[in-house]
C-alpha cells in the first residue's frame, strides 16, 4: 500500500530565506507520480509541482524545486526566497501509475509561516 | 478559463440526511476526482470518474455515490449522513484519466452534519 510520510507538523523560516519541508514515501511499485501542492485557509489545494518517478532531473517550478531521491524515497520540497503570502499547508501526494486511476495518496500536511 | 468549480460552498445538513454536491472541470478536462478532507488530516481519495465511468474507488462505504455527466461535470451523493462525514470535500480534474495529469482542484463545499 502507498504512504507518504510529512514528518514537520509545523515550520518557521524567515522572509527572503529558503526552507526545505520534508516527505518520504513508500511504494513498492515502479511507476509513481510525486506532487506537493498548497493550501492557503481559503481551502484550495494549489498545484505546485510534480515529478515522475522515471524524471532524471529534479522538478523545477518558479521559487519551488523538488529534492528527488529515489533511493531513499524521498522527495522534499525546497521553497527558496520565502514570501509571506507563501504562508499555509503544504501536502505531498503521490499518484500511483499501476492502478488505472488518477487517486492521489496524500501526507498529514506541513503547516509554513513566513516571519517577517 | 475558468477553473474548477465546485457547489455550494458551504452545507449543513442533520445526520439521517442526505445530499449531493456538485463539480465542474476545467473546460477540456475529462476526468474528475473526488477527495473528503476531515480537519487536520490531508485529503483522502472518494472516486475517480473518467469518461463518465469509475476509474477508481476509495476505501468509503457505500452510502457514497457519484456520477459524471455527458458535459463531464459530476456529482457526489452522500446518504444516511453521519457526525463523521463532516468535512471540507474536494474535487479535482485533470485532462487524462492517467499518467502525468497534474489535478487541478476546485475551491471544495465545506459539509457540516449536525
Known amino acids: 500500500a502507498q504512504k507518504i510520510t510529512q514528518t514537520q507538523p509545523g515550520m518557521f523560516v524567515q522572509e527572503k530565506e529558503a526552507v526545505t519541508l520534508d516527505c518520504t514515501y513508500d511504494t513498492s511499485d515502479q511507476s509513481y507520480g510525486l506532487f506537493w501542492y498548497k493550501q492557503p485557509s481559503s481551502g484550495e489545494m494549489i498545484f505546485l509541482i510534480y515529478?515522475?518517478?522515471?524524471?532524471?532531473q529534479n522538478a523545477t517550478e518558479g521559487r519551488y524545486s523538488l529534492n528527488f531521491q529515489k533511493a531513499r524515497k524521498s522527495a522534499n520540497l525546497v521553497i527558496s526566497a520565502s514570501q509571506l503570502g507563501d504562508s499555509a499547508m503544504y501536502f505531498c501526494?503521490?499518484?500511483?501509475?499501476?492502478?488505472?486511476?488518477?487517486?492521489?495518496?496524500f501526507g498529514t500536511g506541513t503547516r509554513l509561516t513566513v516571519i517577517p | 478559463d475558468a477553473g474548477v468549480t465546485q457547489s455550494p460552498t458551504h452545507l449543513i445538513k442533520t445526520r439521517g440526511q442526505h445530499v449531493t454536491l456538485r463539480c465542474s472541470p476545467i473546460?477540456?478536462?475529462?476526468?474528475v476526482s473526488w477527495y473528503q478532507q476531515v480537519l487536520g488530516q490531508g485529503p483522502q481519495f472518494i472516486f475517480q470518474y473518467y469518461e463518465k465511468e469509475e476509474r477508481g474507488r476509495g476505501n468509503f462505504p457505500d452510502r457514497f455515490s457519484a456520477r459524471q455527466f455527458p458535459n463531464y461535470s459530476s456529482e457526489l451523493n452522500v446518504n444516511a449522513l453521519l457526525l463523521g462525514d463532516s468535512a471540507l470535500y474536494l474535487c479535482?480534474?485533470?485532462?487524462?484519466?492517467?499518467?502525468?495529469?497534474?489535478?487541478?482542484f476546485g475551491p471544495g463545499t465545506r459539509l457540516t452534519v449536525t
Open positions: 501526494a503521490m499518484r500511483d501509475d499501476q492502478t488505472g486511476a488518477n487517486n492521489l495518496f
Open positions: 473546460s477540456g478536462h475529462k476526468s
Open positions: 515529478q515522475g518517478s522515471y524524471d532524471e
Open positions: 479535482a480534474s485533470s485532462y487524462i484519466g492517467q499518467g502525468a495529469g497534474e489535478q487541478y
